[in-house]
């Protein structure tokens, strides 16, 4: 008998398994989702998708980076730069009464832009008034320029002529009345507050217009009490004008202020008013109330230059 016959040899072909169109995941035996393949039971539960961490290829996306700065600037040229900055800063600081962020641990110029949003996020939350500032710099410093405005809607300020007319006759407060008449030569000269025997200022041309109303009514009951009204105010500021014309008023200003001994309440406001004029005189020697006033808004604005 043939053995080979018998027993198919050499006709043996090997079974093949289905083949499948699919590409096999490339982690091991893991049965993918919703696949019918044999030896996976169903399960309710939905599988959890599987899938790296976003942040381990995207977060560089998420980083900032300071950009690099070129500069034409000598290193002698940027650390005078930043020594007028910080000086500057420093007044800046003082007269708003807030403490800067410490921004050594930053690099040129890095630690100045962040110093000024420092300083622009503190002085709005506490000054109202405050406008902006800017940073300027010139052939020979780099500084501070401050900017608030004040705004007086309808307001208009005047000398208080008939107190001081009054004051000036009172023996007992004659060392307060000094004091106050070096404080409204001050606005008198300096602030050019409009005094109403000025022609050119507007009460003047008020009380010339009530002048004429008076003339030119009927008499009545109140028509010579008018008249006396008028009369007075004219003799008072005459009287007035010629002691605050007097510009030694105003280089005896600070002896007058650091004199001066307070003996009531009365006395304490006015050295205080005194002392807040000096001030103003000593920081803006030259400075009117008027500088702005072609402004749209006709907004009263102090420019601070922190040198």
């Not at 016959?5 to 982690?27: C, F, L, M, S």
């Not at 800067?100 to 930053?106: E, H, Y």
């Not at 004219?234 to 010629?242: C, L, N, R, T």
């Not at 307070?262 to 205080?272: A, I, L, Q, R």
């Amino acid at each position: 008998m043939n053995y080979a016959t018998q027993h198919h040899i050499g006709n043996y072909q090997h079974t093949r398994t289905e083949t499948t169109t699919a590409i096999a995941p490339t982690v091991g035996r893991v049965c993918q989702l919703d696949a019918k393949t044999k030896g996976c039971k169903p399960s309710a539960e939905r599988q959890a998708e599987v899938r790296t961490d976003s942040n381990a290829t995207n977060g560089i996306l998420k980083c900032t980076f300071l950009p690099k700065l070129k500069t034409a600037k000598s290193v002698q040229a940027c650390q005078k730069t930043e020594r007028d900055f910080h000086k500057s800063l420093s007044k800046l600081a003082e007269h708003h009464s807030i403490e800067p962020m410490q921004t050594q641990d930053f690099e040129f110029p890095y630690n100045i832009v962040l110093s000024m949003w420092d300083m622009e996020t503190k002085v709005k939350r506490t000054n109202i008034n405050w406008e902006g500032f800017k940073l300027i710099q010139d052939s020979k410093k780099t500084y501070f320029t401050s900017e608030e405005r004040y705004n007086t809607g309808t307001t208009l300020y005047y000398i208080p002529v008939v107190p001081l007319f009054q004051i000036l006759k009172d023996q007992k407060r004659k060392k307060t009345a000094q004091l106050l008449l070096s404080v409204c030569s001050y606005l008198y000269h300096i602030a050019q507050i409009p005094y109403y025997r000025q022609e050119e200022s507007y009460l003047y041309w008020l009380y010339e217009m009530m002048n004429d109303w008076v003339e030119q009514d009927e008499e009545t009951a109140e028509t010579e009490t008018n008249k006396r009204e008028l009369r007075n105010a004219e003799y008072i500021g005459d009287k007035v004008e010629q002691k605050l014309f007097n510009l030694i008023n105003l280089k005896v200003f600070e002896k007058r202020l650091n004199r001066f001994k307070s003996v009531d309440t009365f006395d304490s406001e006015c050295w205080k008013i005194a002392r807040n004029a000096f001030a103003l005189y000593t920081e803006y020697p030259s400075e009117n109330i008027f500088r702005n006033a072609t402004l749209p808004e006709k907004d009263l604005m102090i420019m601070t230059r922190m040198k």
